[in-house]
C-alpha cells in the first residue's frame, strides 16, 4: 500500500481511526504504534478496542507490558503491548502472546519487529506543533504504512 498520511485533529478523531481500523483487522494481524509520550497511541488503541468490541477498558498497560481483552461477541482478543522497557525482537518474541490468535497491537514496536512477524501495519503519530498540554485537542499526524503482502491491499478511503 502507498502510506496514508492523516490529520487528527482530536482525541475523538484518534479514537474514531482506531475504530475505522478495527474494521480490517483479523486474528494474526498486528498494527505497531509510535510516537512520542502522550502522543496519542493509548487513545488510537482505546477507539480500537471500542471498535472490536472489547470488554472492560483499555488503558495503559505500562506496567503489565502485555494485556489480553477479550471481546463480547467472541473471537481474537486484542493484545495490547507496551515495548517502551523491551529493547528488541528478542523480548518481544518471548512474551508469552497468542501471536497467530489475537490481534496484538504494539506502543513502541519500531524496530523491534522483525524477526516477530512477516506483516504489520505501522502507525507513528507525530505532533507537528509540539506544545506542552496534553489534555487539550491538539492535531495529530499519523503516517500509517503497511509492511508485508498482508497489508498491501489495504484501503482506507472513507467506506459507506
Ligand atoms: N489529536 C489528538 N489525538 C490524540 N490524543 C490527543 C489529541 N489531542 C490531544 N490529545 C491528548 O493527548 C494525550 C495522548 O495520550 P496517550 O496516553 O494516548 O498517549 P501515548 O502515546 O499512549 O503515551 P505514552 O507514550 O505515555 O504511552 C491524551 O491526553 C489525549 O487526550
Ligand atoms: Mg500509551
Not at 30 to 49: I, N, P, S, Y
Not at 67 to 82: C, I, M, Q, S, Y
Request: net charge negative.
Amino acid at each position: 500500500m502507498t502510506p496514508v498520511v492523516l490529520t487528527i485533529a482530536t482525541p475523538d478523531e484518534m479514537e474514531a481511526l482506531g475504530a475505522r481500523l478495527a474494521r480490517e483487522l483479523r486474528a494474526g494481524d498486528l498494527v505497531a504504534l509510535d510516537g512520542e509520550l502522550g502522543a496519542g497511541k493509548t487513545t488510537f488503541t482505546r477507539g480500537l478496542g471500542a471498535g472490536l468490541g472489547v470488554r472492560g477498558a483499555v488503558t495503559s498497560p505500562t506496567f503489565v507490558l502485555a494485556r489480553t481483552h477479550p471481546r463480547e461477541a467472541g473471537g481474537a482478543p486484542l493484545v495490547h503491548v507496551d515495548a517502551y522497557r523491551l529493547s528488541s525482537a528478542l523480548e518481544l518474541g518471548d512474551l508469552d502472546i497468542d501471536w497467530p490468535g489475537s490481534i496484538v497491537v504494539v506502543e513502541w514496536g519500531a524496530g523491534k519487529l522483525d524477526g516477530v512477524a512477516d506483516d504489520w501495519l505501522q502507525l507513528a503519530i507525530e505532533r507537528p506543533h509540539g506544545g506542552e498540554a496534553e489534555s487539550d485537542a491538539e492535531p495529530r499526524t499519523v503516517t500509517i504504512t503497511g509492511h508485508g503482502p498482508r497489508w498491501a491491499g489495504l484501503d482506507l478511503a472513507p467506506a459507506g
